[in-house]
């Protein structure tokens, strides 16, 4: 359950309890897709970097080693060793984005498997199921999350044909977002059915409900008040982040945000730079994910509170300093930028754990700074100092 | 300096006091090839591994990032963050089984970079200055590790054929021992120069001698004794482990280690599975280093004290013990059999840092009774019961 502890501006100081215990909100959750962090990072060295909330995904859990053994296993905490709240994804997204020949339909998605190709159906109650059986502390709603076929459209191109691809955009938009209200209204029903049966891993398993709508702020409004009806436990605002230019995704948000129940969690999927966040945080967000911190770590690219720093630079082969001169986390408490460049030259994994585990810090560390602002009414000037100084290149 | 503090039949239990402190014998040095030990394994895991002195190889960290560069950082103590001891090899055998077109002369190797194939030069006073360069607490003298020619001889040979193999790798032996002899006084000499000198890291690094002379019994035992007129700090048995047959290692090690002198510590280069580590032990060595328990495991071959496992096996799908029930390694306290062979299947890079942790403290474990063992005189039932049992195939 969300509470509202205060307010500077839009933006907001929670907390959200659950069974697995209570997070402190603005929170960013940490990616463990397969039931791991990629980099080597384990569940033990997650309580040492601040990481409040685990976030799994149903789609490659399903596929491997798949939610039925999962369930044996006991369910998701119990199989990684995490007793604090996880966060399962609807899998919508990876059947979006990865899967083959998907085909929808009102029952759900037909899609092949990235793994083997095989046929695989996924619909409201299938997606409920697997996050059932996954034991999860939030589970998502199956949505789908339309392609940004406004990219479609070319500077060069005539109104026309622009004016065409908008319409088709619109209409197809607006055909999805119904659709996903209506598998919302099954997704709540199969849950309740699922946390009342006896062999249920978590029978208070919570259920958020997701906003879509594409870059059309009618229908993102008409629909988050669609299912702003169905109180669910939170909600979030997904199909951002998706490829639209930043400016298009806050307006999104300057437009729905508002309209988002008070009372309730809001989480923005898949979203993204230390100066996003901040910038979400000041539209009124208070939950969020992203690869960004790990996938970057892996390829040397590390968040600083000066700038992002590329550890491979010739310039960092003697340099004795840590990562992040003005961090404490494990690997700049004990490992210089020398070290870590050599890590990275000679191909070392111990590279990838070292700077993942930096910058999964780092992005916890942020989100508790901006708590810290928000408490003490300095997000404003936080978010003056860092939104755009998190975003440029540190000067070496 | 090694202090023997007991002895059970030729097993000898002892402790060898180093700058870096001391560490009990018989030991298991952990293999970090190019400043870490593979898998993504950090010198902080280490400490909770039972890992008494690590291994690092002067040839790799030559190439990469150079000593120079080491030695501007303080040394490979400071760059690692690890303040126990450290074992440099010479560089001789990585030159003689990983570089390109060399050339052996009197004066020492001419060879071409696996990494870059640049001409690189390295004779005794190069990898003393190296292995001055990073600082190690005990350097390796620089010597030929002699192919095992002996491995061209095939059962259809004729005899005259076989003789005549037999007698050109005697041959070849022999001069190369009377210049590993050579280079040894090279190295000595080059190694009291360096660690005289005021900018010098570490200026107490030790200098251990290798004992070669391939599988012929005689070329052993009088290079042996010809090395042991130097008065090392220490004497390896070095160009075993490279192809021969187990008992041929047995054989050779029964004939030259009684030999060695009993007052200095005696280390196995290489060497090898736990069986072969016990019945070293059992012949009279006290020092080990070997890849396996590191490589091993990042092919999810996991070591355990009812044999051999495979951790990818179907079997151990939905297993929810650890590897080994009987081990209390971090992973093993903290991950199940299922858990692990899922993160392997799904090419996790956790699944390759938990399985190293594991056999790295198997490994360091194993050493650990074995010198309980000695001190209580029980090392001959404990070599009955595991010498086999721990190569042995796990009965799932």
């Given at each position: 359950m969300y509470t509202l502890i205060k307010k500077e501006g839009k933006a907001r100081r929670g907390q959200f309890e659950t069974v697995h215990g209570t997070f402190q909100t603005p929170c960013f959750m940490n990616v463990g897709t397969a039931a791991a962090i990629k980099g080597g990072i384990s569940s033990l060295d997650l309580v040492n970097l601040k990481c409040q909330v685990e976030l799994c995904n149903t789609y490659h859990l399903h596929l491997r080693p798949t939610d039925k053994v999962i369930k044996e296993m006991g369910g998701l905490h119990k199989f990684m060793n995490w007793d604090k709240p996880i966060l399962t994804d609807s899998g919508g997204f990876q059947v979006f984005?990865?899967?083959?020949?998907r085909k929808i339909k009102e029952e759900g998605v037909y899609f092949n498997s990235h793994v083997d190709g095989r046929r695989i159906f996924m619909g409201p109650e299938e997606s409920m199921q697997i996050q059932s059986n996954l034991g999860s502390t939030i589970a998502m709603a199956f949505d789908e999350c339309v392609d940004?076929?406004?990219?479609?459209?070319?500077?060069?191109?005539?109104e026309q044909t622009k004016n065409r691809i908008i319409r088709k955009a619109y209409e197809y938009s607006k055909n999805s977002c119904e659709r996903t209200t209506r598998w919302l209204y099954r997704c709540r029903e199969e849950m309740a059915r699922l946390n009342a049966l006896p062999d249920t891993i978590n029978k208070h398993q919570l259920l958020f409900g997701i906003n879509q709508g594409s870059v059309f702020e009618d229908l993102r409004l008409r629909h988050m008040e669609e299912i702003a009806?169905?109180?669910?436990?939170g909600y979030a605002v997904g199909?951002?982040?998706?490829?639209?230019?930043t400016e298009e995704m806050y307006r999104i948000l300057d437009a729905v945000v508002p309209v988002m129940p008070e009372k309730k969690i809001r989480y923005l999927m898949g979203v993204g730079t230390p100066s996003n966040i901040i910038e979400a945080v000041a539209r009124g967000i208070d939950l969020f994910d992203c690869v960004m911190p790990s996938r970057n770590a892996r390829h040397a690219t590390i968040f600083t509170w000066n700038g992002i720093m590329?550890?491979?630079?010739?310039?960092?082969?003697?340099?004795?300093?840590?990562?992040?001169?003005?961090c404490d986390c494990p690997t700049c408490r004990n490992f210089s930028r020398a070290y870590i460049r050599h890590l990275f030259k000679a191909d070392e994994q111990l590279a990838g754990r070292l700077a993942v585990a930096h910058n999964l810090y780092f992005y916890n560390t942020l989100m508790e700074k901006i708590r810290d602002a928000i408490d003490n009414d300095e997000f404003d000037s936080f978010r003056a100092k860092y939104s755009g100084l998190l975003a440029s290149k540190l000067e070496d």
């Open positions: 984005s990865l899967a083959k020949l940004n076929h406004m990219a479609q459209i070319t500077p060069d191109m005539d009806k169905l109180d669910m436990d199909g951002l982040a998706v490829g639209e230019p590329h550890a491979t630079n010739k310039c960092y082969e003697t340099d004795s300093r840590p990562l992040d001169p003005e």
